[in-house]
């Protein structure tokens, strides 16, 4: 009798042991960072890379993929084994712009599993400071003066900042002249020594150059106004309630990946970005923290997706 329950007792442990699943995270997580290190991309996923890892009491590495406006670290994450060891972290061009600029791409972007955004970092317009416009009415006023002679910088061919000028230009009912450069730290450098008039790029960046007045914001491409600048204009309040344009980070999966792992990692994500510390470390960066669930982040890139068309389509833009 001793023998047949100690067997039963075996066999059960042994179906309960290869029934059970193990719980996510059991090895490293590598975040691919389609874009170079030292950027608002790179920084905003080591913050939240960094907080998850120690909740996950397992590593995660930041690789950083960079090329092709996002196209080449998007292509890597995509191919990964979807089993959550490998996932993207990154702005919107591979999730939402890319697909209207590039004539194909070698990854699908709608079939990427969508986790969360993690942060928001609105756009602003900044201007040289002795651009003789010291508000978005005064800028319209002067470009429809000066047509052909307002110069706009951006970080590049297709960016966000190139983008949303096209997007301001066309609400405006103005003429902006495009000068592309290779990211934002060039672009400002010129907007400060007042070789170019106005770049629409985060405020992040921007930011402490305001501060040590040697430019000037006149407005925020968001329906509200930022804590990181709470002085202001908000979209709505000069007038151009659809004047939205913002860098947004998100993580995302494979496609194929589980839906137990696809809500693991957005309620490590959601957890970490409540705390405290991060929050005021995303905030120090110019990002708002998000944190929605993985079904309104899906929604919310789909809309996104539209937008940007939209401003492809009536903008006319096309890659050089």
């Not at 047949?4 to 590598?30: D, K, M």
């Not at 990211?183 to 010129?190: Q, R, S, V």
């Not at 929050?279 to 997706?305: C, H, M, N, W, Y």
Request: charged content about 15%; proline content about 8%.
């Amino acid at each position: 009798m001793y023998r047949i329950g100690l067997l039963l007792a075996l066999l059960l442990g042994f179906v309960s042991a290869a029934g059970a699943q193990p719980t996510y995270p059991q090895r490293s997580v590598r975040f691919i960072v389609p874009f170079p290190a030292g950027g608002s991309a790179d920084a905003l996923c080591r913050l939240a890379g960094e907080r998850m890892s120690s909740a996950w009491n397992q590593t995660v590495v930041v690789e950083n993929r960079a090329g092709a406006g996002g196209n080449i670290g998007a292509d890597v994450a995509f191919r990964a084994e979807p089993d959550g060891y490998t996932l993207l972290c990154t702005p919107p061009g591979p999730l939402a712009i890319n697909q209207n600029l590039y004539g194909s791409l070698s990854f699908d972007p709608q079939k990427f599993i969508p986790i969360t955004i993690l942060a928001i970092i609105p756009n602003v317009i900044s201007a040289r400071l002795d651009l003789p416009a010291n508000n978005v009415a005064e800028l319209i006023a002067y470009a429809k003066a000066n047509p052909g002679k307002v110069f706009y910088a951006s970080q590049g061919n297709g960016s966000t900042s190139h983008l949303s000028a096209q997007m301001f230009a066309t609400m405006a009912g103005i003429e902006l002249v495009h000068v592309p450069y290779k990211g934002e730290g060039p672009a400002l450098i010129d907007l400060i020594a007042g070789r170019i008039d106005i770049f629409i790029g985060n405020i992040a960046g921007a930011a402490r150059f305001e501060t040590t007045k040697q430019l000037k914001f006149l407005a925020l491409a968001s329906a509200t106004r930022s804590p990181i600048a709470p002085h202001v204009p908000s979209a709505p309040e000069i007038g151009m309630p659809d004047f939205i344009a913002s860098a947004w980070m998100a993580l995302a999966a494979p496609p194929g990946t589980p839906q137990a792992v696809i809500e693991a990692v957005n309620a490590a994500a959601r957890d970490a970005l409540k705390e405290p510390e991060l929050r005021r470390r995303f905030l120090d960066q110019g990002a708002e923290p998000v944190g929605d669930s993985a079904a309104a982040t899906a929604q919310f890139i789909k809309s996104e997706e539209r937008r940007w068309r939209e401003v492809i389509r009536t903008g006319n833009v096309k890659l050089d």
